[in-house]
């Protein structure tokens, strides 16, 4: 192979290097958010009485969900779904809420399903606080009795939400401790921390939390690494619980509902004494 084509070559591997990397920063927001506006059904779908809310963040955007009180309720969740879909994925979440004697709140992002507006990291932290803010003033929820609830990207946002408004407690999902160092694992050949216009910093949320943790995460995730859930247990304050899954992202909470149950259902008993 002659000098001349070696030459060629390592120019035309930089030039796509820098190419994807320049992809990778100015198109992040497609990977972070994976919003759908197609409403597949309703909660009546799986025979559940339901009330349609409607929300307005602190910037004026107006915001959708669904509240499913339960009567005799021991507590009510407010769930923060993660980066894609919308609230019409949710049902079995409701059901196993339900099943599990809680009240819930869903609610979907600006830009999610009839959601207004496009998403944005610090519009996705207003918006779950105008949904803490429905539950509080006027759903009338006490905020000794609501669970924050985050999945994947809902973590980070149901954190921050946890930090300033200290519910009963926060449950953590198959979340990250961070988008940068979620990316670096994801993208190793790419500078993602340098290229990173996201945060959501999980972790640093996480240690100026003041309430009860239960995190929940499986060994089989090939998305986000089983050692983001460890590490997010291993920051936050006593009280605090750790359910280890099986099962992928996206279908452990279904795939190995018997011991995501258990789990939640010891954490009510033993730790918030409901």
Request: aromatic share 12%; hydrophobic share 45%; net charge negative.
């Amino acid at each position: 192979m002659s000098l001349r084509l070696v030459v060629a070559i390592a120019v035309l591997a930089a030039v796509g290097y820098v190419l994807a990397a320049a992809y990778l920063y100015f198109f992040q927001k497609k990977f972070v958010y994976v919003p759908s506006t197609h409403i597949r059904g309703t909660p009546a779908l799986v025979g559940m009485l339901y009330e349609e809310v409607a929300l307005v963040a602190s910037d004026g955007v107006r915001l959708t969900g669904w509240y499913l009180p339960l009567a005799a309720a021991r507590g009510t969740v407010l769930f923060c779904h993660g980066n894609a879909g919308n609230i019409s994925d949710l049902l079995g979440v409701a059901e196993d809420a339900h099943r599990l004697g809680l009240g819930i709140l869903l609610f979907d992002y600006r830009g999610y399903g009839q959601s207004a507006g496009t998403p944005s990291e610090e519009g996705t932290y207003r918006d779950a606080a105008a949904a803490w803010d429905y539950l509080v003033s006027e759903a009338g929820v006490s905020p000794e009795r609501i669970v924050v609830i985050g999945r994947s990207l809902g973590g980070p946002i149901a954190t921050r939400l946890a930090r300033d408004k200290t519910p009963a407690a926060l449950f953590l999902e198959a979340t990250f401790t961070s988008i940068p160092e979620l990316g670096q694992e994801l993208y190793p050949i790419f500078p993602v921390r340098l290229l990173a216009r996201y945060e959501y910093p999980t972790l640093e949320y996480l240690k100026q939390v003041r309430c009860p943790v239960l995190v929940s995460h499986s060994r089989d995730d090939r998305l986000i690494a089983f050692a983001h859930g460890q590490r997010l247990y291993e920051a936050a304050d006593q009280p605090k619980a750790f359910t280890e899954l099986r099962g992928g992202h996206n279908s452990a909470f279904s795939d190995d509902a018997a011991t995501y149950e258990a789990g939640v259902e010891a954490f009510l008993t033993e730790v918030l004494g409901w």
